[in-house]
Structure formats: structure tokens, C-alpha cells
């Protein structure tokens, strides 16, 4: 697909609608027909729009949509370089926006995993993607959900049944081959966990080559009920990578869910993470952590949608800022009226490392509930002078004290987590950015 360079953003998106009528997928025509619908009346937002006034993503964007984006196949044959060492997995692989089934290994048992090709899955008429796929996630109101929901290239599809404890996690490996030509890669995953089972889900991306890359990821999630959904993001990319991630978690009567983000590079990252909490008794726990240098924007956008009474939910995201570089947090909890007995906490914290790093924050609360516990808080400021002092003190050279304390400000967001091997492994790449950092 084509598009004539164009330099406003009202052209660019009437140019993206028009190219999607000249385009023929190969599912989903009705569900995508009405997002570029929806797609259309929002238009890509610009500086003006308040969710997005910290994030000129569009406007670094542009350049690459008016070009054009249709198929950019890759030479890659193997997946070795970008695999979690030790962790022993479910692989699942994406290349340049497409789902690489030769390149994938499942090797749990099938009475145990389902993965699908999500075109695949659509095509079969699979009773779980027509109740779910495209429902969750928000396409109405948020342009980028839209743009994915209409020009997804390839997704998965995967379906955990009742009564399951899976025996091995689930690791989605995106790599993005961008040595030749920019890369456009809408992406979908869609992923049900049955009632009483549980199962763990690790998302990693990669770019190689300095062209620039937009990923645009949609994950719609649900989490059955007295079922457990474990999830880990990490995002370390090399290169010009933009992103816009969007992941809708739908929790059922007793669920419980942990999930982590680790934002390390790249040049725009959007993450915009949603909790529905639409059962009681149920149980989150949602950390994040993103360690910035040169001249990268990360941006995560939560939500808590607690919509039944009697749940828990607990959210800590922690900052560590060097160089040009700029994070915003905003995170919103929402009581819903009936949602009585809800415990929720929220904390954002930040460390600026350079008097050019920045951080926007804005926690907010939203309650129409009054027999709740609910309270959020940010904090922003440097290293601790005295803490500083008495290592030195005690020998430690400069550096390696700022990187002894910064790790113990970062390390309290892994300590929940369970898998060794995964743990190991973010522990690493943490301690090598502090090191490179400072």
C-alpha cells in the first residue's frame, strides 16, 4: 500500500482511510471496516489532545505513514540472539509483523496450549475470537487502537483451557529487521485463560538496523475466573524504534493478575495498560519500571477499571531519567458505584539523573464509591546526598555507589516475581543500563 507525501496531519489521515480502501485482508473485514470508521472521526491525536500532549508521536510518525507501508520481509532464520537465556519456553515470533510459525516452538501439550494463527482462528469461526476479538480493547475512543484494529497485518491467538496450570511459560518474541527500509508492523495477540488455570506470558521486542520502526501492538487478555495470568513487557530496543502498545486485561470472579514493564530504549514507547477488574475478590498487582538515557520518551498511560466490589489492586511505577531523555506516568483508578469494598493503591517515583531529564506525572483517582480504600502518590528528586556521602565514605567509589543505590531503587520491583530464569535475566540488562548510565 502507497501514500503521497503529505505534511498535515488531517491529510495523512485521510490518506490512511483511503489506503485502507484499497487494501484486501485476508479476515476480520467487518470488525475492521468499523474501526477505520471510528478511525476517521478521531483522526491521529495531535499536540492539542490532553492524553497525548507530552507524546508527539504522531508528528514523528508522519514521515513514515505518508511513505507508504505494506510487506517487509526479512532474511532472519534464526531467533538464537534475542531468546531469555536459560528460560525454558513456549516461543512464539513475529518478524516484521508477521507471525513466523516455522520460526515459533510450542512445546507444551496440546491439551494444555492452543496457538493460533489469529487469521487462522478468525477464518475458522472460532466461538472465543468472535466473543472477544476487537471487544476489549478500546477502538472507539483512542485513534492508535483504531489504526490497529483496522490494519492488524498478523496476530495470535491463544487459548489456555480450563483447569490447566501451564507447564511451561509463553514467550512472544518480536524482531524487527529494519536494515533495509522502515518497517510498519500492526500486530495483534488475543489470549483467553480458562477458569481455575493458570499461565505466564513474557513479551519482548528487538529491532536490528538504524531504519526507523513503528510497532503498533494491540494484546486483548481474559482472565477467567479463580484463573492466574502472570505478564512481563520488556522493551530494549536498538535503533529508531517507535511504539504504541495497548493492552486491555479482563478479570473475572477471583483472578488474579502480576504484571511487569520494563521500558529500557528506543525513541517514543507508548504504553497504554488497562485492568478491567469486572469480578469480585479479585487480585492485581501492577509494577513498571523504565530507566531512561540520550534522548528517549516513554510514556505509560494506566488504567484500573474496578467495576465489581471487593478487589484489591496495587500499581508502582518507578523512574530512573539521564541524559535528554523524558518519562510521563499517568495513571487513573476508577471506583465504579457499585465497586464497594475496593482496596486500590497507586505510587509513581522518580529519579532524575541530569538537569536535562524530565518526568510529567499526574496520578488520578475517580470514585463514586464510598466504602472503598483508595489512595496514589508521586515523588520526584535525586539521589539520596547522604546515602552517597556514606558509601563513599565507607570506600565506594563515586559511581559505583550511584549504581548501588539506583539498583536498590529499581530492584524492589522484581522482588515479587517468581520465575528465576526471568528474574536473572531483567536483573542483568537493569544492572548493565545503571552501569552504562552513570
Not at 493458570?198 to 531504519?211: L, P, Q, R, Y
Amino acid at each position: 500500500m502507497t501514500m503521497s507525501s503529505t505534511s498535515t496531519t488531517h491529510d495523512l489521515n485521510r490518506e490512511i482511510a483511503d489506503a485502507f480502501r484499497r487494501t484486501e485482508f485476508p479476515s476480520s473485514r467487518e470488525l475492521r471496516e468499523e474501526a477505520i470508521h471510528h478511525f476517521e472521526k478521531l483522526g491521529l491525536p495531535g499536540n492539542k489532545n490532553e492524553e497525548y500532549r507530552f507524546t508527539p508521536i504522531t508528528r514523528a510518525l508522519e514521515p513514515m505513514l505518508s511513505a507508504g507501508f505494506g510487506e517487509t520481509p526479512s532474511p532472519i532464520t534464526d531467533i538464537t540472539p534475542y531468546l531469555i537465556p536459560g528460560y525454558e519456553c513456549n516461543c512464539i515470533v513475529f518478524v516484521n509483523g508477521q507471525y513466523n510459525e516455522k520460526l515459533s516452538r510450542i512445546i507444551s501439550p496440546e491439551n494444555q496450549l492452543t496457538v493460533r494463527s489469529l487469521h487462522r482462528a478468525s477464518e475458522e469461526k472460532s466461538v472465543l475470537v468472535r466473543d472477544y476479538l476487537g471487544k476489549l480493547v478500546d477502538f472507539k475512543t483512542d485513534a492508535f487502537a483504531a489504526f490497529n484494529t483496522a490494519f492488524w497485518k498478523d496476530g495470535v491467538f491463544i487459548h489456555v483451557p480450563a483447569n490447566t496450570i501451564l507447564d511451561k511459560p509463553i514467550l512472544v518474541l518480536h524482531v524487527h529487521d529494519a536494515n533495509h527500509q522502515p518497517v510498519i508492523s500492526p500486530t495483534r495477540l488475543l489470549m483467553i485463560i480458562g477458569e481455575r488455570s493458570e499461565a505466564s506470558i513474557v513479551e519482548k521486542f528487538d529491532t536490528i538496523g538504524m531504519h526507523p520502526v513503528f510497532s503498533s501492538w494491540v494484546d486483548e487478555i481474559v482472565v477467567g475466573e479463580k484463573a492466574t495470568l502472570n505478564y512481563c513487557k520488556i522493551q530494549n530496543d536498538a535503533g529508531s524504534l517507535y511504539q504504541v502498545a495497548s493492552t486491555l486485561i479482563h478479570q473475572h470472579d477471583g483472578s488474579k493478575v502480576n504484571t511487569f514493564t520494563l521500558t529500557l530504549r528506543g525513541k517514543i514507547i507508548r504504553n497504554n495498560f488497562t485492568i478491567a477488574v469486572d469480578g469480585e475478590r479479585c487480585e492485581s498487582h501492577f509494577y513498571g519500571l523504565y530507566l531512561l538515557d540520550k534522548d528517549t520518551l516513554a510514556d505509560n498511560h494506566t488504567t484500573v477499571d474496578h467495576r465489581q466490589p471487593n478487589s484489591f489492586t496495587n500499581e508502582l511505577y518507578k523512574g530512573i531519567m539521564n541524559g535528554n531523555s523524558r518519562g510521563v506516568f499517568n495513571g487513573k483508578i476508577y471506583v465504579r458505584p457499585h465497586a464497594q469494598k475496593t482496596n486500590a493503591f497507586q505510587s509513581n517515583r522518580n529519579i532524575l539523573l541530569s538537569d536535562t531529564a524530565v518526568v510529567h506525572t499526574k496520578p488520578q483517582l475517580e470514585i463514586w464509591a464510598d466504602d472503598v480504600k483508595c489512595s496514589h502518590g508521586c515523588t520526584s528528586g535525586q539521589l539520596d546526598e547522604e546515602a552517597l556521602f556514606y558509601l563513599q565514605s565507607r570506600g565506594i567509589d563515586k559511581a559505583n555507589a550511584q549504581a548501588l543505590l539506583l539498583y536498590a531503587f529499581a530492584g524492589e520491583i522484581l522482588e515479587p516475581m517468581k520465575e528465576e530464569a526471568l528474574k536473572k535475566y531483567l536483573h542483568s540488562i537493569i544492572s548493565e543500563r545503571l552501569h552504562k548510565s552513570l
